[in-house]
């Protein structure tokens, strides 16, 4: 499993980014697609996950300013992220979660830094 996550780059806050994630080497069903950061000096943290059927799950922290979605005939996962803060600025992960095994892959990580 291969996921390829790229869109980061430098914003200046009450701005938007939209960060994509290609997955390959696997299928896209029966898993749970996600989003993680880890900002400077600090662990990584949850930001958004979904499944195929559900509502999507979001941290307090970016619920309503951010939409995790996916097309899984393209096999991605995007995060739109609007209404930037500085406190958003991190390294974005992207992780797939297979329900058959329980195990996790990461992609590489996309660095988002917000300006104020």
């Known amino acids: 499993v291969q996921l390829q996550a790229s869109g980061g780059g430098l914003v200046q806050a009450g701005g938007s980014l939209r960060l994509s994630c290609a997955a390959s080497g696997t299928t896209f069903s029966m898993v749970t697609m996600g989003w993680y950061r880890q900002p400077p000096g600090k662990e990584r943290e949850f930001v958004a996950s979904?499944?195929?059927?559900?509502?999507?799950n979001y941290a307090d922290s970016v619920n309503g300013r951010f939409t995790i979605s996916k097309d899984t005939a393209k096999k991605m996962v995007y995060l739109q992220m609007n209404s930037l803060k500085p406190e958003d600025t991190a390294v974005y992960y992207c992780?797939?979660?297979?329900?058959?095994?329980?195990?996790?892959?990461w992609g590489q990580g996309t660095q988002v830094t917000v300006s104020s």
């Open positions: 979904i499944v195929s059927g559900r509502d999507p």
């Open positions: 992780r797939l979660r297979a329900w058959s095994t329980n195990r996790a892959f």
